[in-house]
């Protein structure tokens, strides 16, 4: 088992050209003494709609790595895999998300459920028979299948160890503190080593936007988590370095505060997943360069405006966009550089902030990798206020408030 350390940070790249500006942003976190360690992440849908492969994540990353002569720990996730997908990701990941999401509420037999019932008396005083094979039924089948992928991957990296985390964050019930507690039984029973699990936490995380819902809600059942984890691991023989994964991390400035809390009271890890958000940072950059950048951030959204239902489709459960709050393209057309980033950069406090053209440019980044060539050469012609909007945001909006604050 290759370990993962107890601060660390999901980065995704779409076009493979900020690496070495996320980890800047790590390296400001170095600096000031904390090791925070960038993990770059990209699901096979990403790779799909890029028209990417697994293999450019892992060679951006060691090329930032190199440039920036990091000589701290960083991995490559394979993220959302599952049997089907996980094949292309075996060479140039180390890390893996197993994602079940899909298989919760399929049944287990009859059989399977009183077996693991009767295997375990402790669940059964504290919740009682009937909640515990409730719960089995709607997990158990979840986690022999996250068993049956993590077999496959070990089994193919041979002598090459790997990390892995299972994912159930893309389904639309959240998973309680006490289910948590079953599926962790039900996965040290399955021997899958996991360091992260990312359940799915009360209330919506929609890409890159804040967090709605009842954030005292949500402080209760992450330190609850944390609980059940700690019991987990000494309970199931689970690694002892198993933390909570947040998935759609990015941007959910009204929770950092109680994970912050959560992390210095319990001396817990956590791994925050943000890749969506270094996108929207490289179309900021190209507004704020004015110019042929500008125009061709406005060019993204009139598409993107177009295109809407397609884009948002895959993407529907963790997006709520109103489109009439979507400002018409001819009017975006007129906007200087300051109303476009002002309408796009995550600042609340800016009365220009749109949160419904955010998310549309969050799952509309189809249409700059349909651009291609003149897409990436446009990064490389802004790449300065590119990159100083990538780290800044990772820097200042995650990595501070979650990792540093006092
Ligand atoms: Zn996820």
Partial sequence: MLTLEKYSLGVGDRFAHQAKAQLEACRMAAARGVEVVPVWNKSNREHLIVGSEPGSVRAAADAAVRELNWTGPYHVDADHINLGTVDR???????????????IGQAASADDVAAFVARHPELVRETGADAVAATTRKYLFAVRQAGTIHRRIAEQRGARPFITEVSMDETDAPQTPPELLVILAAIGDEKIPIQTIAPKFTGRFNKGVDYVGDAAQFEREFNDDLAVIAHAVS??????????????????????????????????????????????????????????????????????????????????????????????????????????????????????????????????????????DKYLKMLDACESSIARNVTENLFDRHIRPIFLAA
């Avoid at 140039?92 to 994602?99: E, H, I, N, P």
């Fill in 89 to 103: 990701f075996i060479d140039a990941s180390d890390f893996y998300t197993l994602d079940v999401a899909s298989a």
């Fill in 235 to 372: 309970a199931y023989g689970l690694p002892a370095n198993l933390k909570l994964s947040v998935h759609s991390g990015s941007d959910k400035f009204s929770i950092y505060a109680p994970i912050r809390r959560a992390l210095l009271r319990t001396g817990a890890g956590v791994h925050v997943k943000t890749a969506g958000t270094t996108w929207l940072e490289e179309l900021i950059g190209l507004a704020e360069a004015g110019g042929d950048g500008l125009e061709l951030a406005k060019q993204v959204y009139a598409k993107a405006y177009a295109d809407r239902d397609a884009l948002c489709e895959p993407y529907a459960s963790v997006i709520d966009i109103n489109y009439a709050c979507l400002p018409e393209p001819s009017a975006v057309n007129g906007w200087t550089s300051e109303q476009y980033t002002s309408a796009l950069r995550h600042d609340q406090k800016n009365p220009g902030f749109n949160a419904d053209l955010r998310q549309l440019l969050h799952v509309g980044y189809k249409v700059a990798a349909k651009m291609g």
